[in-house]
């Protein structure tokens, strides 16, 4: 098993930077993947991006690309989402999610993180 945690969300104006960690405890050495979700109210689960630790290169959506950008410490087991002006579309429940294959959907979940954007 694998349990995520994520923290560093909360209250910006619109344009201003947040950056969220998410840390990983138990099977680390298991987790091929790492990406970032989103939820909005009313809307569905968006994903944002993803870490592939043996290649190191992230990968985004389309509508982040350019202002978010995904890192990764793996001998702190923590990958990194800082984002920069910020919309209030940003929005959302943040959630971070690892899988332990190359390819198919993620094996867990960690409880999300608030951002808010104001305008």
């Known amino acids: 098993q694998v349990q995520l945690v994520e923290s560093g969300g909360g209250l910006v104006r619109a344009g201003g930077s947040l950056r969220l960690s998410c840390t990983a405890s138990?099977?680390?050495?298991?987790?091929?993947?790492m990406g970032w979700f989103r939820q909005a109210p009313g809307k569905e689960r968006e994903f944002v991006g993803s870490l592939t630790w043996s290649v190191r290169s992230p990968y985004y959506a389309d509508s982040v690309k350019g202002r978010f950008t995904i890192s990764g410490d793996k001998a702190k087991n923590t990958m990194y989402l800082e984002m920069m002006n910020l919309k209030p579309e940003d929005t959302a429940v943040y959630y971070c999610a690892a899988r332990v294959s190359a390819f198919g959907s993620y094996d867990y979940w960690g409880q999300g993180t608030q951002v808010t954007v104001s305008s």
């Open positions: 138990g099977r680390t050495f298991s987790t091929y993947n």
